[in-house]
């Protein structure tokens, strides 16, 4: 199975802190995006980074790649209330499915 | 921002009776995508549509289950027959082009029907 799998499964953070939260993954992938699904809600795409990346910013998203581990981490700076959510991981490698991982739940504290 | 819209928010339906959940995919996007979470598992694909046919789909998107681009805008996902295990979160979701072509391109998601089968 190439499904991610994401760690810490749960994060508890004071409001102002970072957070970071990690990916591992089975197989070669293409790229591999980060999403945020808030309660109940749909996924919201964040970031992509692609295969032959390292890391990528955007915002006060930083996202990383380490091919040779396969894995990734997504580092939130300066974390809000409204950070509160669940974060995925998504891999694909020749196909257009997505391979979704079990996500991090974290928990912004104000 | 054009966004993914998905019709209706929840659906309560009987084992055995037939549902179709409906989505509208951003306007000039090409790829079509049912991806479903059953509560508190991970997200699971389900199928990828193009060109008015499926391109892939995966073991759960067995034959009860059939997908549609019935005009120029909708995109449905049926399911024939409904059983309790089916009762989940479904998303459509939608890209530009897809990872084959070369341009990986983000996918987006609707916000999900919630399907209770009782």
């Known amino acids: 199975s190439q499904q991610g799998e994401e760690d810490p499964q749960a994060l508890s953070i004071q409001e102002g802190e970072n957070a970071t939260m990690n990916c591992s993954y089975k197989t070669s992938i293409n790229n591999l995006q980060w999403y945020r699904q808030n309660s109940g809600r749909g996924l919201v795409h964040l970031i992509l980074i692609r295969s032959n990346e390292r890391e990528k910013h955007s915002g006060r998203l930083r996202v990383t790649l380490d091919t040779s581990k396969k894995s990734s981490s997504l580092l939130i700076t300066a974390s809000r209330a409204a950070d509160t959510a669940s974060y995925f991981c998504?891999?694909?490698?020749?196909?257009?499915?997505?391979?979704f991982g079990t996500g991090t739940s974290l928990t912004v504290i104000p | 921002e054009p966004e993914v819209t998905q019709t209706p928010s929840h659906q309560v339906t009987q084992m055995g009776q037939e549902v179709i959940l409906r989505c509208v995919p951003i306007?000039?996007?090409?790829?079509f995508y049912w991806y479903r979470q059953i509560l508190g598992q991970k997200v699971e694909f389900l199928v990828s549509?193009?060109?008015?046919?499926?391109?892939?789909k995966s073991e759960i998107f067995d034959d009860q289950f059939s997908v549609e681009r019935p005009d120029g805008s909708n995109f449905t996902l049926k399911i024939r027959s409904t059983k309790l295990e089916d009762s989940a979160m479904y998303f459509c979701?939608?890209?530009?082009?897809?990872?084959?072509?070369?341009?990986?391109?983000?996918?987006?998601f609707g916000p999900g029907t919630r399907l209770l089968v009782l």
């Open positions: 306007s000039n996007h090409l790829y």
């Open positions: 979701a939608s890209s530009e082009a897809s990872i084959r072509q070369g341009a990986w391109e983000t996918q987006y």
């Open positions: 549509f193009y060109n008015n046919e499926i391109s892939e």
């Open positions: 998504a891999t694909s490698n020749t196909g257009n499915q997505f391979y």
